[in-house]
């Protein structure tokens, strides 16, 4: 094989480039790590040598390899066993299942050992769904586990419910008060009921056994074979850093930093990971965030392709479903949430938030924020306008992450700007149900207004939030074009749906810009690097409902087949 020969040839199918203009080709030649041509069967297969892998098609599918613009990696796979106990639904669908669930861990472990898990969801658990009064309790799991500390995160991971032990261990009491930012939830009496709340997390999450690094390693490298049998080949890991110490399983966020290095240095990372750095915690300030930041200086790999770290994420408020998002209307039931930053007062609280945002902007980082409600984005979003103000960077490609609630006037600033947001559509299909009861139908039919954002002229990203929903795709395109409830199957703000091209722009086009890699990745195009989704059917016919029972069936990194159905 001389060297402009091809090294693999996809002939005979579906190609859909996601191009400027949407074009399909039947072919694409990869020589290398490279495309280096798409077009007719004709024009490409004439270029195959003898050395030539050829792969017929049959009218299959090819899309460049797919984009999870947020999923959080290393703790994706620490969720999974042997690392943790899955509580979520369905693999639990009540509090009783989640009880013989710790019963049968406790069995297993040692005198004294932290029992951890992930996944819960009220919304899902039976005595809760009955009995709208009812949830979770530490006595749940005094029954099961008395002598062993218990820690089970919900599915958001913005609450935690631990067991009596897992209280005493960590001195929390009648006596304790949550930090800024976090709720202790209380029984009548004032003891706490083991459910802990947003910043609150921490005085659980702290005292967790940290995982080694070699063990975050192992997770990893499960993770990412995991996704090249999802057809993806990138994601955005975000919060590596000290303000990640207490997050999900406990131990240092720096570690997975140095798990990601080491992988990529030994030639054992076959994704490319964008990474965010959480250089301060849930309810921090500005002063941790420095502090953070220069503890972890700018870390930098032999390989930006594969391994980049390219922002800072910033936590700014909570999450709608625990009421702990900023909003500007009640709840049902009352309360308008709040920002998780530092401060007694929302003035505080909203100045504190504009340091943060001004310290990493000006330190020249991307920034992704964790922002939800429509106050707390609002709140973002200007304090994006006035860091750019003091110290203008024209192409910063700043984010709001999840973004649940934005509204117009943030969405055309962003558009201004240049500036993103990551959006959640397999969240919406799993929680539509459960929010018209916490902020009633109106705006759950609203949220996460995907045609809103892309009429206004934002690049709209779709991710999965891994741990929070698996990071599948095609739930999220379908989700995207059909707003359907996971539930009860009833569309939720159908007027916010979009078509095929649009979603699958939000899991390929657009994170590639999120990730300044729109040169390079992204769309199947000659010259981009060789990252390839093949499907088991034509997409461009497809019923929406049709999509999640798509199958990948191959998938290429870098010019490598890594996954073969």
Same mark, same amino acid.
């Given at each position: 094989?001389?060297?402009?020969?091809?090294?693999?040839? !996809?002939?005979?199918?579906?190609? !859909?480039?996601?191009?400027?203009?949407?074009?399909?080709?039947?072919?694409?030649?990869?020589?290398?790590?490279?495309?280096?041509?798409?077009?007719?069967?004709?024009?490409?297969?004439?270029?195959?040598?003898?050395?030539?892998?050829?792969?017929?098609?049959?009218?299959?599918?090819?899309?460049?390899?797919? *984009?999870?613009?947020?999923?959080?990696?290393?703790?994706?796979?620490?969720?999974?066993?042997?690392?943790?106990?899955? /509580?979520?639904?369905?693999?639990?669908?009540?509090?009783? $299942?989640?009880?013989?669930?710790?019963?049968?861990?406790? %069995?297993?472990?040692?005198?004294?050992?932290?029992?951890?898990?992930?996944?819960?969801?009220?919304?899902?658990?039976?005595?809760?769904?009955?009995?709208?009064?009812?949830?979770?309790?530490?006595?749940?799991?005094?029954?099961?586990?008395?002598?062993?500390?218990?820690?089970?995160? #919900?599915?958001?991971?913005?609450? /935690?419910?631990?067991?009596?032990?897992?209280?005493?261990?960590?001195?929390?009491?009648?006596?304790?008060?949550?930090?800024?930012?976090?709720?202790?939830?209380?029984?009548?009496?004032?003891?706490?009921?083991?459910?802990?709340?947003?910043?609150?997390?921490?005085?659980?999450?702290?005292?967790?056994?940290?995982?080694?690094?070699?063990?975050?390693?192992?997770?990893?490298?499960?993770?990412?074979?995991?996704?090249?049998?999802?057809?993806?080949?990138?994601?955005?890991?975000?919060?590596?850093?000290?303000?990640?110490?207490?997050?999900?399983?406990?131990?240092?966020?720096?570690?997975?930093?140095?798990?990601?290095?080491?992988?990529?240095?030994?030639?054992?990372?076959?994704?490319?990971?964008?990474?965010?750095?959480?250089?301060?915690?849930?309810?921090?300030?500005? #002063?941790?965030?420095?502090?953070?930041?220069?503890?972890?200086?700018?870390?930098? %790999?032999?390989?930006?392709?594969?391994?980049?770290?390219?922002?800072?994420?910033?936590?700014? $408020?909570?999450?709608?479903? *625990?009421?702990?998002?900023?909003?500007?209307?009640?709840?049902?039931?009352?309360?308008?949430?709040?920002?998780?930053?530092?401060?007694?007062?929302?003035?505080?609280?909203?100045?504190?938030?504009?340091?943060?945002?001004?310290?990493?902007?000006?330190?020249?980082?991307?920034?992704?924020?964790?922002?939800?409600?429509?106050?707390?984005? $609002?709140?973002?979003?200007?304090?994006?306008?006035?860091?750019?103000?003091?110290?203008?960077?024209?192409?910063?490609?700043?984010?709001?992450?999840?973004?649940?609630?934005?509204?117009?006037?943030?969405?055309?600033?962003?558009?201004?700007?240049?500036?993103?947001?990551?959006?959640?559509?397999?969240?919406?299909?799993?929680?539509?149900?459960?929010?018209?009861?916490?902020?009633?139908?109106?705006?759950?039919?609203?949220?996460?207004?995907?045609?809103?954002?892309?009429?206004?002229?934002?690049?709209?990203?779709?991710?999965?939030?891994?741990?929070?929903?698996?990071?599948?795709?095609?739930?999220?395109?379908?989700?995207?074009?059909?707003?359907?409830?996971?539930?009860?199957?009833?569309?939720?703000?159908?007027?916010?749906?979009?078509?095929?091209?649009?979603?699958?722009?939000?899991?390929?086009?657009?994170?590639?810009?999120?990730?300044?890699?729109?040169?390079?990745?992204?769309?199947?195009?000659?010259?981009?690097?060789?990252?390839?989704?093949?499907? #088991?059917?034509?997409?461009?016919?497809?019923?929406?409902?049709?999509?999640?029972? /798509?199958?990948?069936?191959?998938?290429?990194?870098?010019?490598?087949?890594?996954?073969?159905?």
């Amino acid at each position: 094989m001389n060297d402009s020969t091809p090294t693999l040839v !996809l002939t005979g199918g579906q190609v !859909l480039t996601l191009d400027d203009v949407f074009t399909v080709a039947e072919a694409v030649a990869v020589r290398g790590r490279d495309i280096v041509a798409v077009g007719s069967d004709a024009e490409v297969r004439a270029l195959a040598g003898p050395g030539t892998r050829v792969v017929d098609l049959g009218g299959r599918t090819v899309l460049p390899g797919i *984009n999870d613009s947020h999923l959080h990696g290393a703790a994706y796979g620490m969720t999974k066993p042997p690392f943790a106990l899955d /509580v979520g639904h369905p693999a639990v669908r009540s509090i009783a $299942d989640v009880a013989r669930a710790v019963e049968r861990a406790v %069995a297993a472990a040692g005198p004294g050992e932290w029992i951890v898990g992930l996944g819960w969801d009220p919304g899902y658990l039976a005595e809760c769904v009955s009995d709208p009064r009812r949830f979770p309790h530490r006595g749940d799991l005094d029954a099961v586990a008395p002598d062993h500390p218990v820690c089970l995160t #919900d599915f958001s991971s913005h609450m /935690v419910w631990a067991n009596s032990a897992a209280l005493r261990v960590c001195g929390i009491d009648a006596d304790s008060t949550a930090p800024p930012g976090g709720v202790v939830d209380r029984d009548a009496d004032g003891r706490p009921s083991g459910i802990l709340r947003e910043a609150a997390q921490s005085l659980v999450l702290a005292a967790l056994p940290s995982p080694t690094v070699d063990r975050r390693r192992a997770a990893i490298r499960a993770v990412v074979a995991e996704l090249h049998s999802r057809g993806i080949t990138s994601y955005t890991e975000p919060g590596l850093g000290p303000g990640g110490a207490t997050t999900f399983f406990g131990g240092l966020s720096t570690d997975n930093l140095t798990a990601y290095a080491g992988l990529a240095a030994d030639g054992e990372l076959d994704a490319r990971v964008s990474v965010l750095l959480l250089p301060a915690p849930m309810g921090g300030s500005a #002063d941790d965030l420095r502090k953070g930041l220069a503890e972890l200086g700018t870390p930098v %790999a032999a390989d930006p392709r594969l391994l980049n770290v390219l922002g800072v994420k910033i936590f700014a $408020d909570g999450v709608p479903p *625990n009421r702990t998002a900023w909003m500007s209307e009640p709840y049902a039931g009352g309360g308008h949430g709040a920002l998780c930053v530092h401060g007694d007062t929302p003035a505080l609280r909203t100045e504190e938030l504009r340091e943060m945002i001004r310290v990493a902007h000006g330190a020249g980082f991307q920034l992704g924020v964790h922002v939800t409600g429509d106050l707390a984005i $609002d709140a973002v979003v200007d304090a994006f306008v006035a860091a750019n103000a003091d110290a203008p960077r024209p192409d910063a490609r700043h984010y709001v992450i999840h973004g649940d609630f934005v509204g117009p006037r943030s969405l055309a600033r962003l558009a201004e700007h240049g500036w993103g947001v990551n959006m959640n559509p397999a969240i919406k299909w799993t929680v539509s149900d459960l929010m018209d009861e916490v902020v009633g139908r109106e705006r759950s039919a609203y949220q996460w207004p995907v045609r809103s954002a892309l009429d206004a002229g934002v690049a709209v990203c779709a991710s999965s939030d891994a741990p929070i929903t698996r990071p599948d795709w095609r739930q999220g395109v379908a989700a995207m074009m059909l707003r359907e409830s996971k539930a009860s199957g009833r569309a939720s703000g159908p007027e916010q749906c979009v078509g095929l091209v649009d979603a699958l722009r939000a899991y390929t086009v657009h994170p590639a810009r999120q990730d300044f890699a729109e040169e390079w990745k992204g769309t199947v195009e000659a010259g981009k690097v060789a990252d390839l989704c093949v499907l #088991d059917r034509p997409l461009l016919s497809l019923d929406p409902h049709e999509i999640t029972e /798509v199958e990948v069936d191959m998938t290429v990194f870098d010019g490598r087949v890594v996954y073969e159905r």
